[in-house]
């Protein structure tokens, strides 16, 4: 019987995120999580608030679900806010990684400057929205953020997982990153850029100069987010048959 591809999806707050899991899970074998401090995830040892996670605090939470798995050889796959953890995972254990697939593919998070990949004006606009009333953000926000691909009924589950405690400080500590662009484009293991057309947040310039970066990079635009896209899926299918 072949080998299943291993997937680990690696969420920005929530594993509710990844609409697509059951369609992965048709051909896959697959991990998710929350963020430490949502659901059932602890917070790391030091870490009184969600607003104190840090960048190095996610990869370990990534590297330790891994070490639950038991796999030795797996893809990772990230979205958005959560890139710098695959990233991350990816640097620390470069003979255990096939691939790297990016939803929201950036090179940073910068949102200053003519290419920046984040739009900062709408950056700024959702961190107000959480400053004022989380759970409006997660019930309004998400989906309007996420053009549709987060239905309210998932929204709902969402609100249901995500801690009363969560302030903007928390949407900071889990949207911002020090610069990964040397250490994604240092990476030996085949990578998929995917790209959500349209996108309220995530800039064409920041697509494009990923991409610029990457040539040998495989690449695949979704007129829905990444995490809920069927076409992500089939594409992050066909990208893990071919490098497995």
Known sequence: MPIRPQLLLLSEFTELEWAIKPRLEEWAEVVSFDAPGIGDEPLPEGAARLDDLTRPALIERGLEKLDDAGWDRYFLVAAGWAIPNAVGIATARPDQVIGVALGHAKLSFAREGERAPINGEVYDAFTQLVSQDTRAFIRHGIPQLTKGGVDEERAARMIERIPAD???????ALTTSAPFDDDLLQLTCGVLLAKHEGCLI??????DDAVAALPEAETVVVDDPPTTSPRFAEALRGFCSRDA
Do not use: L, N
Not at 166 to 172: C, P, R
């Open 166 to 172: 969560f302030t903007a400080k928390s949407w900071i």
């Open 202 to 207: 995530s800039t064409d310039e920041g697509f």
